[in-house]
Antibody, heavy 123, light 111 residues
Framework: QVQLVESGGGVVQPGGSLRLSCATS????????MQWVRQAAGKELEWVAV????????SYADSVKGRFTISRDNSKNMLYLQMNSLRPEDTAVYYC????????????????WGRGTLVTVSS | EIVLTQSPATLSLSPGERATLSCRAS??????????LGWYQQKPGQAPRLLIY???NRAAGIPGRFSGSGSETDFTLTISSLEPEDLAVYYC?????????FGGGTKVEIK
């Protein structure tokens, strides 16, 4: 059974930091690229960051570049998102998602998602 | 970045009716190899679920009433006969170019 479970969300003041975790099971984690996607209340989905299966390739949305760091531990099947210098506009539910399973010409889609963890940035 | 515009914002239909959702890209999302457009369904309080990938391929377990079509910049998700459980917001996503982008969503309401 596939499970992706995010944790680490909470309330933080502007300028503060949080570290999100995503515990996975039932997927080929060490063979999969992983993504973080966020969604502000009542808003659309926003891609945040991607990390390749071995961590050698990483990319960020412009809105978080220089403030967020994505990482992974393949020995523990864990994905992380270190979030620094948080801003009120970072307030959202953060989802981790597996990039793979359904691919065309080497381009894959997000086939498994966690339930999300809420991050609130407020004074 | 590629901007995806979805229309209508809200679609209110009765069970059994046909739903047609549009996704228009600011530039082509593919080439002669294929179209890199996916559709996701997000029910209230849930995470998104992949419905369609590569513009027209259904993911496993997705009912046959869901179909995707289109090319270049214009794509459509069709629900042939609406069921009450199809109440959700539907998002398109492009995987042709970084950054990955999503459309603003179409909310499907059941009358």
């Amino acid at each position: 059974q596939v499970q992706l479970v995010e944790s680490g969300g909470g309330v933080v003041q502007p300028g503060g930091s949080l570290r999100l975790s995503c515990a996975t099971s039932g997927i080929d984690f060490s063979g999969s690229a992983m993504q973080w996607v966020r969604q502000a209340a009542g808003k659309e989905l926003e891609w945040v960051a991607v990390i390749s299966y071995d961590g050698s390739h990483i990319s960020y949305a412009d809105s978080v570049k220089g403030r967020f760091t994505i990482s992974r531990d393949n020995s523990k099947n864990m994905l992380y998102l270190q979030m620094n210098s948080l801003r009120p506009e970072d307030t959202a539910v953060y989802y981790c998602a597996r990039d793979g399973g359904y691919c065309t010409n080497g381009v894959c889609y997000f086939d498994y998602w966690g339930r999300g963890t809420l991050v609130t940035v407020s004074s | 970045e590629i901007v995806l515009t979805q229309s209508p914002a809200t679609l209110s239909l009765s069970p059994g009716e046909r739903a047609t959702l549009s996704c228009r890209a600011s530039q082509s999302v593919g080439n002669y190899l294929g179209w890199y457009l996916g559709w996701y369904q997000q029910k209230p309080g849930q995470a998104p679920r992949l419905l369609i990938y590569g513009a027209s391929n259904r993911a496993a377990g997705i009912p046959g009433r869901f179909s995707g079509s289109g090319s270049e910049t214009d794509f459509t998700l069709t629900i042939s006969s609406l069921e009450p459980e199809d109440l959700a917001v539907y998002y398109c996503q492009q995987r042709f170019q970084w950054p990955v982008t999503f459309g603003g969503g179409t909310k499907v309401e059941i009358k």
